[in-house]
């Protein structure tokens, strides 16, 4: 069940976007900048932050509008119960899905890196279970251990990138500006689902207790991730070169196992950035089933938080299985968070215009 005390402060919003958005596409990322922009890849990444930063602050701007309202209360005294219930019903369907493909390629990769002879089955129930429990929890109890894993993971994975860029090639980012400026556009907008998750912020306001700096604090992250993107691209990239990069499915993974740490005792590095990504992934699974149960609370009131999680979980844990292979998985996630980028933008939007139209709401 959900805590009777459920708050978070800002500081602590910050801790599960930074697990929540930042491991689940850092894998790939360096790699699909690549394909778009080559050597300019580091572009693709600032642009992909200047118009995820926007976004952001357009969402938690939709969020100031009744701040104490769950999001499925917000949108109905906005736009009307029946539309609210269709952008929630869509929503839910993003959360769904994007849970299960994360799900899916966790165990594709425990199975291909660490875990060969289990059951891939037993892998994902473990991962659905973990989530599961930590999302009965509530938002207050993901918040704090947010916080913990964050220092946890961060300082030595940072650690290993910061040892590893001192022996690249950054004649490998040369020369600067040779691609077309729409390729790097693209790049841009295709590398925005790297920043897929932040309009969980829209769902996230009635646990905050300072409803005030949210929006600051948000955009504040935003830009935080993205300079730890832009610097574990710029560092891969020149490790590789834009072109051998192309061919790898998960760049930063090699990056960390090339790193050589002078007198450690960890013989492979790698496994700090797997650390991460597992880490990472049991937040976004925790995520995903939370969300889950608010929107369907929302939804019908009726609904029990805790039954609410385990159905989410059981169909997120089936639906991992209906891809036939991870580029298909990759495919789904891809149509998934596109269709996703109209809670990025065009519901916060929506929400907001007719806000004021209305005129409805506090200070916005």
């Known amino acids: 069940m959900f805590s009777v005390n459920d708050r ?20 790939i990322l360096p790699r699909t900048t690549a394909e778009f922009a080559g050597q300019d890849g580091w ?27 769950t999001f499925v209360d917000s949108a109905a005294k906005i736009l009307t119960r029946p539309i609210a219930i269709i952008i929630a019903v869509g929503f839910l369907f993003r959360l769904i899905v994007v849970s299960a493909m994360e799900l899916r390629v966790f165990g594709e990769i425990i199975k291909l890196t660490m875990l060969r002879d289990t059951p891939y089955s037993a892998v994902c129930a473990a991962m659905v279970s973990v989530g599961g429990y930590a999302a ?12 913990i894993l964050v220092v946890l993971a961060f300082i030595p994975l940072l650690a290993v990138f910061l040892i590893g860029a001192a022996d690249v090639d950054f004649t490998n980012l040369m020369p600067v500006l040779v691609n077309p400026p729409s390729d790097i556009l693209r790049g841009g907008l295709h590398s925005l689902r790297a920043f897929s998750g932040i309009e969980f912020i829209l769902l996230l306001y009635p646990f905050i207790n ?4 949210v929006r600051r604090g948000a955009v ?14 710029v560092v891969t990239i020149a490790k590789f070169g834009p072109f051998d990069i192309k061919d790898q499915m998960w760049p930063t993974l090699q990056m960390m196992d090339a790193t ?20 990472s992934v ?28 385990m159905v989410s979980g059981a169909i997120v844990f089936i639906l991992s299985f209906l891809p036939e292979n991870v580029p298909q998985v990759y495919l789904i996630m891809e149509l998934v968070l596109a269709f996703g980028f109209i809670y990025m933008l065009a519901v916060p939007l929506l929400m907001l215009s007719v806000a004021k139209l209305r005129r409805l709401g506090g200070n916005i």
């Open 43 to 69: 572009l693709v990444i600032i642009i992909a932050t200047a118009i995820a930063a926007l976004c952001m602050f357009v969402l938690a701007s939709a969020g100031r509008i009744f701040p104490s309202d």
């Open 220 to 233: 504040q992250i935003v830009l935080v991730i993205g300079g730890l993107m832009l610097f574990i691209t």
């Open 210 to 213: 300072q409803h005030k700096r």
């Open 282 to 309: 049991f937040a976004i699974t925790g995520a995903g089933l939370f969300f889950s149960a608010v929107l369907l609370k929302g939804m019908f009131k009726k609904f029990n938080s805790s039954y609410c999680i």
């Open 136 to 147: 009965m929890k509530g938002c207050e109890t993901r918040a704090r251990l947010a916080q």
């Open 8 to 27: 978070i402060s800002v500081r602590q919003v910050q801790a599960l976007f930074l697990l929540e958005i930042f491991g689940t596409s850092i894998l």
């Open 260 to 279: 050589t740490i002078p007198g450690a005792f960890i013989e492979r590095q790698d496994a700090l950035i797997m650390s991460f990504w597992i880490i």
